[in-house]
């Protein structure tokens, strides 16, 4: 989505459930606004700076059937801005904002190139995994380690697909060259957990 105008009927599916994939900025604004169309040109250069990472919602106030969202939102004057992520409003801001202000506002919860790389092969691999596509998914993750090997993230994944296909020699090797930070995640602890429920007597 990048920046689209949103009805308020699609509120939920496009913010609150968008969210839980992507971090969504819901801009409440108006054609006659004249400090709300100041803003949109930071509001692209935010975009683009964080595509497929960001999404941006922006809503007319004015529109037919807003009343419900602008009461849910709280919203009470333009240009107001309402952060969500994972399905929940996490930061709000009223007024002016420059583009250096919208990025404080978003940054403690926009996604890292990485870890959005590391979620759409997440998806993937799972997909593939539901219908025991077990190689084609180390294929993937191989693929993407060849591109991208400094994702540790998807060390992780590639640990719980040794798992589920019975490669545990290889799932322990892959286990002892994560960095620390990763060991202690809590993917990386559910994966080790099965790891050694599969070695338990």
């Known amino acids: 989505m990048s920046i689209k105008d ?16 992507n971090l969504i900025i819901a801009v409440f604004s108006a054609a006659w606004c004249d400090p709300c169309l100041a803003m ?8 683009a700076l964080y595509e497929e990472r960001l999404n941006i919602a922006v809503f007319d106030v004015d529109a037919e059937g807003i009343e419900s969202v ?4 709280q919203v009470e004057s333009i240009p107001d801005m309402k952060v969500f992520h994972e ?5 709000q801001a009223k ?5 250096a202000q919208i990025e ?3 940054v403690p919860y926009v996604r890292t190139e990485e870890q959005q790389r590391t979620m759409l092969l997440e998806r993937q691999v799972e997909l593939l995994l539901s219908v025991d596509q077990d190689e084609e998914a180390l294929s993937l993750i191989d693929l993407h380690l060849s591109r991208y090997p400094e994702d540790d993230g998807v060390k992780v994944l590639l640990i719980g697909v040794y ?10 090797q892959v286990i002892d060259d994560l960095p620390k ?9 559910q994966v080790i957990a099965s790891i050694e429920q599969l070695n338990a007597p």
């Open 6 to 21: 949103v009805l308020a009927e699609d509120f939920k599916v496009a913010v609150v459930d968008g969210s839980r994939h």
């Open 40 to 47: 949109r040109k930071d509001l692209e250069n935010i975009a």
């Open 70 to 73: 602008l009461e849910t939102c």
């Open 87 to 91: 399905g929940n409003m996490v930061a």
């Open 95 to 99: 007024g002016v904002l420059s583009q």
């Open 104 to 106: 404080s506002l978003i």
């Open 163 to 172: 798992v589920k296909s019975g490669q545990i020699a290889l799932a322990k």
């Open 181 to 189: 930070e990763y060991v202690h995640t809590e993917k990386a602890k």
